[in-house]
C-alpha cells in the first residue's frame, strides 16, 4: 500500500538560509507525487507536482524537488528562506481507485519556522 | 476566479445536533473530498464523491454523511455520532480522471464543540 513519511513535524531554519523538508513514500507502481502548502487557518495550495516528465520539478515561490527512485524520496528545497515561508507543508503520493480517479495520501506535515 | 467555497468559516456544534458544512466548486470537475485534520496527523480522507448521485466512504466515514445531488456542491454533515468531531474540515475536487491530475482545496470549516 502507498504511504508517505515526512521526517521532521518541525523544522527551523534562519531567514536567507536553505530549506530542506523531506518526504519519502512508499509505493508499488511509479508515483505521483505533490507538495502542499498550508498558511493557518486556510487550505492547501499546491506548490509543485512530479508526474515522471522529470525529476526535478520546479513549483511556485522559489521551491523545487527532486524525485529519487533509488531513495524512495521527494524532498523539497529552497536556496534562500524567506519570512514569509513560515507554514505546514505537506507531501501526498497518488492512488488509483475505481475509474481513473485518484486519492492522495497525505503524510502526517512539517512545520516550518523561518526567524530572523 | 474558479475555486471552492467552503462555508461557515468557523461553526459550533451542540451536543446531540447534527452540523452541515457547505462546500461548493465552480471549476466543473467532476470529483470532490472532504478530509479531517487535527494536528499532528495530516489529512484524513472522510467522503469522496465521483460524480453526481454517486459517493463512497473514504478512511474516517463513521458519524459523517455526504450528498452529491448536484456537480457543483458536496455538503458534509457532522451527526451526533460523531463523538470528537472538534477539527478542520477541507473540501477539495479534481478534474478526477487521472492520478496526475492535483486536488484543488477550499479555505476551510474549523468545527468546534459548545
Known amino acids: 500500500a502507498q504511504s508517505v513519511t515526512q521526517l521532521g513535524s518541525h523544522v527551523s531554519v534562519s531567514e536567507g538560509a536553505l530549506v530542506l523538508l523531506r518526504c519519502n513514500y512508499s509505493?508499488?507502481?511509479?508515483?505521483?507525487l505533490f507538495w502542499y502548502v498550508q498558511y493557518p487557518n486556510q487550505g492547501l495550495q499546491l506548490l509543485l507536482k512530479y508526474t515522471s516528465a522529470a525529476t526535478l520539478v520546479k513549483g511556485i515561490n522559489g521551491f523545487e524537488a527532486e524525485f529519487k527512485k533509488s531513495e524512495t524520496s521527494f524532498h523539497l528545497t529552497k536556496p534562500s528562506a524567506h519570512m514569509s515561508d513560515a507554514a505546514e507543508y505537506f507531501c501526498a503520493v497518488s492512488v488509483d481507485f475505481s475509474g481513473g480517479y485518484n486519492k492522495l495520501i497525505f503524510g502526517a506535515g512539517t512545520r516550518l519556522a523561518v526567524h530572523p | 476566479d474558479g475555486g471552492i467555497t467552503q462555508s461557515p468559516k468557523y461553526l459550533f456544534r451542540k451536543e446531540g445536533q447534527n452540523v452541515t458544512l457547505s462546500c461548493e466548486q465552480n471549476?466543473?470537475?467532476?470529483?470532490m473530498y472532504w478530509y479531517r485534520q487535527d494536528p499532528g496527523q495530516g489529512l484524513r480522507l472522510i467522503y469522496y464523491?465521483?460524480?453526481?448521485?454517486?459517493?463512497q466512504k473514504g478512511d474516517i466515514a463513521e458519524g459523517y454523511s455526504v450528498s452529491r445531488e448536484k456537480k457543483e456542491s458536496f455538503p458534509l454533515t457532522v451527526t451526533s455520532a460523531q463523538k470528537n468531531p472538534t477539527a478542520f474540515y477541507l473540501c477539495?475536487?479534481?478534474?478526477?480522471?487521472?492520478?496526475?491530475?492535483?486536488?484543488?482545496f477550499g479555505d476551510g470549516t474549523r468545527l468546534s464543540i459548545l
Open positions: 464523491s465521483q460524480i453526481v448521485n454517486d459517493f
Open positions: 509505493s508499488s507502481v511509479p508515483p505521483y
Open positions: 477539495a475536487s479534481s478534474p478526477g480522471q487521472g492520478s496526475n491530475q492535483p486536488q484543488h
Open positions: 471549476l466543473n470537475h467532476d470529483a
